[in-house]
């Protein structure tokens, strides 16, 4: 993963300057440069340039099959700092190698929760007297961008970074809806463990350590897979990092290679 796109970003974080536009300043600067990399701004319930949520969006190298479609959101609470810091440095990465993604698209958001990543909380007190999942009619702003993003692609995948703070292994909870979908992505997860990363992954858990919260969409043709990546929070930031962007690169890998083969 080291660019210096990647170097600026590890060099704001690991100096203290976790905010939002200090993490993703480097990768505006490279959007300007690439074809590739596009930012944009997340549209709620207001117009005003200040509520909306920057996000960017990876086109990997052109393929037949219609693109994989993946949404990545980090920095969930506002008391984060790991998952935006390393849904930033994926979103590097993947611009970097771009034939690692050829076939798929990936809209990221670094911080989906703005609102209480600038008031340094795990959320507003606002947010505390409202519903924090989508399709139940929430007023807050960063649902309301999330749910409008939902309703402007068809995704494959939509993947939650979350910190677990005292975790030594990643853990992986994944809401699957279709049998083709649960075929696909279970071989995905038990192959990636049998290689050697280290991290737990369970399928539409009883007792899921984190909330569902993006699906099931209403009235929706298809359904994405929801994967909640819990960060192993008690190993470095850069082994967290590594560990999150080769989950996502396995499961979009994956998909695509169902789809090519006619199995999604």
Request: hydrophobic residues 40%.
């Amino acid at each position: 993963m080291e660019t210096l796109t990647d170097r600026k970003i590890s060099h704001h974080y690991e100096s203290g300057k976790q905010d939002l536009e200090s993490l993703i300043a480097p990768l505006i600067e490279l959007s300007e440069e690439s074809s590739s990399l596009v930012v944009g701004y997340g549209l709620g319930q207001s117009a005003s340039r200040d509520e909306m949520i920057p996000y960017f969006h990876v086109c990997g190298s052109y393929t037949d099959q219609s693109p994989v479609r993946v949404l990545l959101i980090g920095g969930w609470a506002g008391t984060e700092s790991v998952t935006p810091y390393v849904a930033a440095r994926v979103v590097a990465a993947l611009e970097s190698k771009l034939r690692l993604v050829a076939g798929i698209e990936i809209t990221a958001y670094p911080v989906a929760n703005l609102d209480a990543h600038r008031a340094g909380e795990y959320v507003t007190r606002d947010q505390q007297n409202d519903s924090a999942k989508c399709w139940e009619d929430s007023s807050l702003n960063h649902i309301k961008v999330l749910e409008n993003e939902l309703k402007r692609y068809d995704f494959d995948l939509v993947i939650v970074l979350r910190e677990n703070m005292r975790a030594h292994e990643a853990q992986v909870e994944a809401w699957l809806v279709e049998d083709e979908q649960k075929s696909v992505l279970s071989a995905a997860l038990d192959n990636l463990g049998s290689v050697g990363h280290s991290f737990n992954w369970k399928a539409n858990p009883v007792r899921p350590v984190y909330p569902r919260t993006f699906t099931p969409i209403p009235h929706a043709e298809r359904q994405p897979a929801e994967i909640i990546i819990g960060l192993p929070g008690a190993r470095d930031t850069y082994d967290q990092a590594q560990e999150g962007l080769g989950l996502i690169l396995s499961l979009a890998h994956a998909v695509r290679q169902a789809r090519n083969e006619g199995r999604l």
